[in-house]
Every structure is written in C-alpha cells, then in structure tokens.
C-alpha cells in the first residue's frame, strides 16, 4: 500500500458547515444527542486552507485552532470561523439564518468558486448553498445535490440498508423491521431462535438508543424499555446478536470516474457505540477486507444510480466463526473521514509511506488546559512529529468539561500506536473506561 489518499478534492474558496445538527441519521427532536455530536466540530478545522470558512455550531477555542494552525501552516488570520449558537430543533443552516449570519457569510465568500462542504447532505444544507449562491461539493449543481438528498436519508437508515443490501446480495443478520409498539413481541419470537437479539431505532447513529436483549430480560409479560428515539411511531431493527470477533469498516466516495476505496479499519464499540478506530484492518480482521471491498464498490454503483457523489461508509460485523455480515451505511462524512484526511495531510511529506493510525477518545481523571495537555505530551515525547511523521495529534480539542479528549495516534505500525495510545493514558491520566 502507498501513501493514504485523503479523498478530498477542491477547487476555490470552501465554506465548511459542520451541520452535525441534522435530521439525516436522526430526527431534530433528539437534540440533546445532536448537541453532543455537535461538540465534535471543530474538528473541521483540520481541512481548512488560507481563504477557507468554517461554519461550527459550537466555539472552537483560541488555543485549538493556534496548534491546529502550526500543525498545518495555515495561518489563523488567513481562515474565518463563524460561530453559531444552536436554535432549538432546527439544522445548522437554518440556525445561520436566525442567527442573522448569512450575510456576513456570503459577504466573507464573496467568490463565484465557493462551495459549500457539509458534513450531512440533508435538505437544508442544499437549500442553504442555493439561497447563498454557493456550490455544492462534489455535486456539478445545486440541483444534483438536491436529488441525492433521498437516497442519502434512505440509506442513513438502517431498514433502508437492509433493503438493499438484499437486493445487492449482501450477508445481513437474520432480522425484522417493526414498528415500536411491536418491538416486545418481535423481540421475543427473534429469541426463540436465537440466544440474544439487538434492537436498534432505525434512525440513529453511534450506537445512540440501541438495546442488547438477552431471553431473561424477557420474562413472561415483560416489556421492552426503549429511548424515546424515533418518537411512538418510530420504525426499529430487530435482529439476531452475532458473537461478535471484531466490528469493522470501509470508507468510500463516489466521484465522476466511479467509486474509489479510501481505506478501511476496525471500530471500537463497547457496548454497541462507537469510540474509536484503528486503520488499516489489524491482522486478525484483515480476512474481511475483501468482502468489505466488495460489498462497499457495490453500495456505490446503487448510490451512484441514485445521484449520489462524495464519501460514505459501510459497517460490518465479523463473527467469532470468521463469517462477515453487512451491519449499516453511513451516506455522509462519518466521524472517521476528517481524522483520516487529517493524517494523510500531516504525514503527505514524512519518512511514513504507509502510516496506521487510531482515533480514540479519553477520559482525563484531572482538569486539564489545552496547554498543560501539550506539555504533558511534549515531556513524554508523544507530540507528532512532521519529519518522521509518527505521534499524537489532539485532534478535536478539549471538550466543555476539559475532562475528554480526543487524539489521533500515528505510526509505522499497530504495535507502536498502541504503545503510543499507553503512553498517552499515562502521560494524560486517563481513567479506565
């Protein structure tokens, strides 16, 4: 393998809205699991060139954005970042317009090249880009953009995967779309055939809402306590609990010459929700790469079809028999696209040809700064270093409580994160999860 492509190509001056406030994986009316989705947007600022903007629903911290600056060699005063405070239940495009900020916004862009990247296709981003006067990308028109807006929500959906990853011939979990007020009795016919089921609201995102529901959490008359996701007439995914060995992933993206694999790699999820990655495929995994490939190439010949262009992700499970089933896609830039592009723009000039790297999150026992942070990496060598093209980035800044903190490890190989990623937990004083 050579050097990790980044998957992103751009023209003139680019508007990132950071719309993790959106209805594309989830309803607006989950908003306090939006607000925290939405915490993650700075990291956007990683793909910010001079004359770029970004759009964040939160702050993104003087501090952050002076080391991302450094990492990069983008100057601060050569970006813009426009802050906007959420509104309610309403997407960030819309927020931008409350707020009384797009004015501002289309003086700042001012440039017949703009286009607007936003991290969810969902109808209001494209509204948005169509009201400013901005592009889409990678879409040739607003309109293309607009007609991908269905499949993208379809295909965020997880009855709307299993549909056609039927049609694809893809390997999905034995399982059942119900309504919520069937999920109970689904639930308990999915366990007379099998030891332990998983129920999911069929629109959500991170593992948020799903249940793991063995036969003796259902006794005679008992009834399932589901999350309020999806409100009362919420569609839900009732299916069989595979033993799982490993949950693994592809990222693709479609473009005008066909669809492209970006790379692959195995997610953390303790106990269903997602909290980190590591890429490429470690050994052990590495068998389902093919398949991967294949079903992932095949999602994008139906997405592509569809009028859809730019990334998208597929998930799988590999069973402790080896065997890989289709779990979900994700048709938007998923919490691994920027991490990645990130490291394959610090490390493009390095020593590192082929870097594997791991995105996780931490949890301090301390209060710490930005600063201390750094100079705690700095003391035990952790930093990143651009020569050799190995270390630890802090890549979405500290979270509101200065408790969480979210890095990139990179190196040779997964045997040195690793030690990177221990050293990290004592340098910082993680706490075990």
């Known amino acids: 393998m050579g050097r990790i492509d980044s998957g992103f190509t751009r023209g003139g001056i680019l508007i990132i809205l950071a719309n993790l406030f959106s209805d594309l994986a989830v309803d607006l009316d989950e908003g306090q699991q939006l607000a925290r989705w939405a915490q ?35 100057t601060p005063d050569s970006v813009t970042i426009i802050e906007v405070p959420l509104a309610g ?12 900020l797009a004015e501002r916004l289309r003086a700042l862009a001012g440039s017949a090249d703009a286009a607007l990247l936003p991290t969810a296709l969902d109808a209001s981003a494209v509204g948005f880009a169509r009201d400013m006067g901005f592009a889409v990308l990678p879409y040739a028109t607003v309109e293309d953009a607009s007609a991908a807006v269905g499949v993208a929500m379809r295909l965020n959906t997880k009855s709307g995967f299993r549909q056609v990853a039927n049609e694809l011939g893809m390997r999905v979990p034995e399982g059942r779309v119900c309504r919520r007020r069937e999920v109970t009795e689904v639930a308990r016919d999915a366990l007379q ?59 693709l993206e479609n473009h005008a010459s066909g669809t492209r694999v970006l790379f692959s790699g195995m997610m953390r999820v303790p106990h269903g929700s997602f909290n980190g990655y590591l890429s490429p495929l470690p050994g052990h995994a590495s068998h389902a790469a093919e398949e991967l490939e294949r079903w992932g190439l095949q999602l994008g010949g139906y997405l592509a079809e569809h009028g859809y262009a730019g990334p998208f992700g597929l998930d799988a499970l590999v069973s402790a028999a080896g065997t890989v089933y ?7 830039r998923t919490a691994t696209t920027t991490p990645h592009t990130m490291v394959a723009r610090l ?77 990290l937990a004592a340098a910082l004083g993680f706490v075990a999860a």
């Open 40 to 74: 993650q947007a700075p990291r956007e600022m990683w793909l910010l060139r001079a004359g770029d903007i970004l759009v964040s629903p939160v702050p993104v911290g003087n501090e952050f954005a002076q080391y991302v600056s450094r990492m990069t060699g983008v």
């Open 347 to 423: 490390t493009a000039h390095s020593a590192l040809a082929a870097p594997t790297w791991s995105m996780a999150t931490g949890r301090t026992r301390d209060t710490l700064s930005f600063q201390e942070a750094l100079a705690r990496m700095q003391a035990h060598r952790l930093h990143f270093e651009p020569a050799s093209g190995e270390g630890v980035v802090l890549y979405g800044g500290p979270v509101h409580d200065a408790h969480i903190w979210r890095y990139v490890a990179i190196g040779v190989n997964a045997d040195r994160v690793h030690a990177q990623e221990a050293e």
């Open 193 to 251: 055939l099998h030891e332990r089921v998983v129920v999911k609201p069929d629109r959500s995102a991170g593992g948020h809402g799903m249940r793991f529901v063995s036969r003796g959490d259902l006794m005679a008359g008992a009834t399932l306590e589901l999350d309020a996701v999806g409100g009362p007439r919420g569609s839900w995914v009732v299916e069989e609990c595979v033993n799982l060995a490993a949950s693994v992933s592809i990222q």
């Open 326 to 332: 289709a779990g979900e896609s994700n048709v938007r």
């Open 89 to 100: 239940a309403v997407p960030l495009a819309e927020a931008v317009h409350r707020a009384g």
